[in-house]
């Protein structure tokens, strides 16, 4: 391509000035979000827990914070439906759930011990909840085996199935139907 001298004499084209000006915000604005696109995004590590029931339930969740406990609920899943209740790399092997099923009756629990209540919380400790004023909740244990993310799977009976060994899925008890 051949150009013309430029001289600082000359009498300056407008319309070329602001096709070059429009090139140069056209790229501004389209690069960054072509660079986004196309970086590699780093993977979500979350905690993660799905209703696989035919109902809604409410969640809460147990797990240590530093050197103590602590329990947070509720989450409300509906039916067939997933959420994210931890964001972020797990740090603790161990979780806690405990889940009820508010259209059927019946809860998904264990024996691991801890502080609840009715309304949205967030307890501090385990120990003495009666005394302090808070339900005592029997929640099941959930081994991440120290993956970075994991989602548990709640089921109905009839659809209950073990997880594969290392699949990332943990599948607690079925709750007891309501008579």
Known sequence: MISAPFS???KPNPSRFRRARARVLLAAGVL????ATLAP???AADFRLCNRSSSRVGIALGYKDGNSWATEGWWNIGANSCETLLRGDLVARYYYVYAIDYDLGGEWSGKAYMCTREKEFT???IADCLARGY????????DTQEQKSWT???TEPQRSAAPAPGDGRATPPAPPKKP
């Open 8 to 10: 600082s004499t000359a």
């Open 32 to 35: 960054p979000v072509l660079a």
């Open 41 to 43: 995004s780093p993977a």
């Open 123 to 125: 307890i501090r400790g």
């Open 135 to 142: 339900d005592r909740t029997g929640f099941f244990e959930v």
């Open 152 to 154: 548990v799977q709640l």
